[in-house]
């Protein structure tokens, strides 16, 4: 059973930078992607960003292109989501999710394995 849990959540203001981390653990295939989701109150769960595990495969969601970058560490099995020039409307829980399709179909169903989320919030 895949594991997975986030970390490096919290608090910043506008125009900071935060960096979440999901280690994960379980695989019992070379084939894998891990992506990040988010949902903010109100709203449905948006995938952001995700990543495979032969890092041939990412997607960055238009919503947070060219300010939040996805990366894995392989030696740690940890994924990263570096969060740039956050603004108020990146406030939401963040949650890192698994599939076994070695490619990144950032669609919610595929995605079998979940953390716990972890919360950030952006605002003076």
């Known amino acids: 059973q895949v594991q997975l849990v986030e970390s490096g959540g919290g608090l910043v203001q506008p125009g900071g930078s935060l960096r979440l981390a999901c280690a994960f653990a379980?695989?019992?295939?070379?084939?894998?992607?891990i992506a990040w989701f988010r949902q903010a109150p109100g709203k449905e769960r948006e995938g952001i960003s995700c990543?495979?595990?032969?890092?041939?495969?990412?997607y960055v969601a238009d919503s947070v292109k060219g300010r939040f970058t996805i990366s894995k560490d392989n030696s740690k099995n940890t994924v990263y989501l570096q969060m740039n020039s956050l603004k108020t409307e990146d406030t939401a829980i963040y949650y890192c999710?698994?599939?076994?399709?070695?490619?990144?179909?950032?669609?919610?169903?595929?995605?079998?394995?979940w953390g716990q989320g972890i919360q950030v919030t952006v605002s003076s």
């Open positions: 999710a698994a599939t076994t399709i070695g490619l990144c179909f950032v669609y919610e169903q595929l995605f079998k394995s």
């Open positions: 379980g695989f019992t295939s070379d084939y894998y992607s």
């Open positions: 990543i495979s595990s032969s890092n041939i495969s990412a």
